[in-house]
């Protein structure tokens, strides 16, 4: 049968793709023409990542999502050894006083963005394995071990927002999976109380907290891109200053098509153009959810519920760092900042809620025999994914 793919998820991405590439060559053009005598460099760089990307989400979306669980602990393998070679010279690369990246056929890659998508994969299986046991002290245990090992390869790039998203993200795949509350509330407390004493081991992180508390008492300092950022929304007001024409990229916001091409889309596109990249996530996170739901299995409803969280959450982080919502967290934007990792890695989670909106369609194309019970739970159909299953 002919694998039947969420075209509307498939439009959203690439809006959401096409619309970054816009504004990357927007917020680095300026910079790119000084730095490197080529206004195109930065988004050439972006569109290869892009290209690439797509070709993982193809495949990825033809793949049976299934066939994830069997490939798990060479992903997991791969993915920690990858996580060592930001320390080798030669290989490793380093900027602002961080190891996170390695380089290969002159492109930087980096692990810690690619294990939120294994990480997350090699939860699921876990849980699909021990979906009758998922309350063991002993298997908890065990998992949390081999989760410690790369999240503390990340922690020592140092790369806080990195592990605190994946931590939490594991979190939150635990709570989809039905964990007894008594173990949530353990696990968020062990969770809380590492990544404080994470944030507290490091001054320059209680800095750029104290300076969230008032960006405009520090702005010479560690307030600086948070003052230039708010600058230059307000700097938009409604309408923005038009495409092209943000001042804040023109040395004044550090690394515009990073962390903070928020800044630059609010001043050129104002608050109409923030509130539509707004709607375009909420869509996105609605087609996402709703393939969790309407997942085959409880191992697809996780997969699609956690990687659509993933993006989403992101996007919300990272807004709310530009706005000053939420203290600096060195998250992208999914989709739209400049980065070759983050936008390959996203464009693969996308590959896995296609595919999982195929299965789903392939399953609900066959018409099941005349009385028989529903044996496949749907994500929001019962307590959790797993426990309809004994879980």
């Not at 195109?40 to 070709?55: D, E, I, N, S």
């Not at 635990?174 to 590492?194: D, E, P, Q, T, Y």
């Not at 109409?272 to 309407?294: D, E, N, T």
Request: net charge positive; proline share 6%; aromatic share 10%.
């Amino acid at each position: 049968m002919k694998r039947r793919y969420d075209h509307s998820l498939l439009f959203l991405t690439l809006t959401l793709v096409s619309f970054g590439l816009a504004m990357v060559y927007s917020a680095s053009a300026f910079i790119a023409a000084e730095q490197n005598h080529n206004a195109m460099h930065h988004v050439t760089r972006q569109g290869f990542a892009a290209l690439l990307g797509f070709v993982f989400m193809a495949v990825l979306a033809r793949l049976p999502y299934k066939e994830l669980r069997a490939w798990a602990p060479t992903l997991y393998f791969v993915t920690t050894v990858s996580l060592l070679l930001v320390w080798v010279p030669g290989i490793g690369h380093s900027a602002n006083g961080s190891a996170r990246w390695f380089g290969l056929a002159g492109i930087h890659f980096q692990p810690a963005e690619f294990l939120k998508v294994v990480l997350l994969v090699c939860v699921a299986t876990w849980l699909h394995r021990n979906r009758t046991d998922i309350h063991n002290p002993r298997r908890l245990a065990g998992l949390a071990g081999l989760m410690a090992v790369p999240l503390g390869l990340v922690a020592l790039q140092p790369d806080f927002g990195s592990t605190a998203i994946i931590t939490v993200l594991a979190g939150l795949m635990f709570f989809f999976a039905g964990l007894r509350w008594a173990w949530i509330a353990v696990g968020s407390s062990a969770m809380v109380g590492g990544l404080g004493l994470l944030m507290v081991a490091e001054p320059y992180r209680i800095k750029r907290l104290m300076s969230f508390m008032d960006p405009f008492a520090d702005c010479g300092g560690d307030g600086y891109q948070v003052c230039q950022s708010l600058l230059a929304l307000h700097h938009g007001g409604l309408f923005g200053q038009g495409p092209g024409e943000s001042s804040a990229k023109l040395l004044y916001l550090p690394e515009p098509y990073n962390d903070f091409i928020a800044a630059v889309l609010g001043e050129e596109l104002g608050l109409v153009g923030v509130v539509a990249l707004l709607l375009l996530y909420g869509f996105f996170a609605a087609r996402g959810f709703s393939i969790a739901r309407r997942a085959a299995d409880p191992f697809g409803a996780l997969l699609a519920s956690t990687f659509t969280a993933m993006i989403v959450a992101q996007a919300c982080l990272n807004l709310g760092v530009v706005t000053s919502l939420v203290p600096p967290k060195g998250l992208v934007l999914p989709f739209i900042s400049y980065g070759a990792s983050a936008m390959m890695v996203n464009l693969a989670a996308v590959g896995v809620l296609l595919s999982v909106s195929a299965e789903a369609r392939q399953a609900d194309a066959v018409p099941a025999p005349k009385g028989a019970p529903e044996t496949t739970p749907r994500l929001g159909a019962h307590p959790s994914p797993l426990s309809a299953r004994g879980a």
